[in-house]
C-alpha cells in the first residue's frame, strides 16, 4: 500500500458516492465508542484477524440494529471460529446469547447481536453478494468506515 498522506491513509471513491477510507495498522475499535456492543465487536474481529472490517452505520435507515459490521475470513474454518469466539465473548462480557445463522457451511455467517448485526463471509461469497452496495446505494451523506487489514 503506498500512503496518500502522512497518516497512511487511503482514500477511494465507494460506488454510491460516497468515500471508504482505509486505515494501515489501526485498531477497530478505534471508531466505535468504548464500551459498547460495537467496539466489542470490531475488537473481537481485529484478534481474530479478520479481513477487509467495513462497519456502516444504520441509524435512520433500519430500525434492525444500529450498525452492521461485514468482514471476511479466509477460509471456511477461519469464518466459522471467528463466530464462535464473537458468540463466546458476547456472552462472556454479558450481552446475552447472539443468534447465528449459516454456521455450518460458513461461507456466510450472520451473527445478530441486538445493536449489531455482523456479516462474515469467505472472500468469494461476500464479492458475490456485495452488501456494502446494497446498503450504501443512494447514501451519500453518510460514508461507510472501512478500516482493517488489506
Known sequence: MTPNSPTGAQARPADAGATVVTMPETSLSDSAEPGTIHALVLDQLDEDQAQDVVS????????????MVIASGRSTRQVAAM??????????????SARIEGLPAADWVLIDAGDVVVHLFRPEVRS??????MWG??????????VGRA
Not at 137 to 146: K, L, N, Q, Y
Open 56 to 67: 456502516i452505520p444504520l441509524s435512520g435507515k433500519s430500525s434492525i440494529a444500529d450498525h
Open 137 to 146: 446505494f443512494g447514501d451519500e451523506g453518510a460514508p461507510a468506515a472501512s
Open 83 to 96: 463466530a464462535g469466539k464473537l458468540a463466546e465473548r458476547l456472552k462472556k462480557e454479558g450481552h446475552g
Open 128 to 133: 458475490f453478494y456485495n452488501l456494502e452496495r
